[in-house]
């Protein structure tokens, strides 16, 4: 079975041994992403431009709640998306603003 992994953080304190390795990693087929944010002065910079010019993100019609997870991302699989596919974490309509 193959996999994305993006490791977005380290918690020091974890067993090694419930710690999936990086030749599990490469033994499944995972593939093993660590995002690099960035300077401070270009997120600030980014942040600017995306208010100044009113940038906002292209997202589907349709939004998951946290129980459809498996299903969005069976409906990221069938490309059948346009923009981001979004799962709701907490009811708000906020969210969609």
Sequence with gaps: ????????SMQA????????TVTDMLSHFCT??????????QLMEMSRAVETHNIKPAIDDRVFNFQ????AVKYLESMKHFGKVCIQIVKDEACRS
């Design 13 to 20: 304190g974890v067993n090694p041994a419930q710690e999936a």
């Design 1 to 8: 079975m193959d996999g994305l992994i993006v490791l977005a």
């Design 68 to 71: 459809e997870a498996r299903e």
């Design 32 to 41: 093993l992403r660590i995002p690099y944010p960035g300077r401070r002065w």
